[in-house]
């Protein structure tokens, strides 16, 4: 779990509603027409800009933020340089032996026991990479798309509240609910993007880049295993991906 967007998350929801609290009741900022106006505009946005099963996939992405982990860049490294030590010494068929619970680093290891070429290698893992990123940025665009649309119908929100409002203006009892709604609509939109798909969408951009960085360690490592490279040349090689803090494996 990502702590670090759950501590977020909840400490801007208690800080809000702390807020909220101490001038009033929270039932103040509940409004049935600015909910569905925000959060329904929003959503049939989504189906306009996306196809139905991004749509419907955006809760698994949202899930991604708070309990997505990527490998350790470091222990990769170590991992790769172990088995560039073990194909030096042994060959590079001795890898069969080797097992990831990464999916993409056991492919790499499949394609160098079965004595692809380096280029061959190298075009097939960039592919899926650049197919990765792909993906990613479809997942990241619906958050983006949320964070677009939100404020924008909370404007729509506004506007139509102060149009009913003076609209029956000679009516004093329907200043109020059209006021209301004019504000809160304005807040709803405000909130859930600055609360939580702009966040999302940036903290699912962060994990997508370091597991893009994990992937191109594995693809430079293995190519370096096929083309003999010697495993502290490959070392030195591999270790540029990290910041200088974290180069020391001692």
Sequence with gaps: MDFATVIGFVFGLVLMVAAILLGGQLTMFVDIPSILI???GTIATLFIRHRMKDVFG???ILMKAFFFKPNDVQQVIIQIVEMATLARKAGVLALEKVKSEDVFM???INHCVDGVDPAYLEDILVKELSYQKDRHRNGVGIFEGIAESAPAFGMLGTIIGLVQMLVHLEDPST???GLAMALISI???ILIANLVA???SYKLMSFSKDE???RQVIIDGMIGILKGIRPNMLMDSLVA????AQRNFE
């Excluded at 991906?241 to 200088?244: I, N, Q």
Aim: hydrophobic residues 50%; aromatic residues 16%; without cysteine.
């Design 198 to 200: 702009l966040p999302i």
């Design 175 to 177: 200043i109020g609910p």
């Design 212 to 214: 893009q960085m994990v």
């Design 38 to 40: 925000v959060f329904g």
């Design 106 to 108: 056991q492919k790499a």
């Design 187 to 189: 807040f709803y939109g």
């Design 241 to 244: 991906a990290l910041p200088p």
């Design 58 to 60: 955006a809760f698994g």
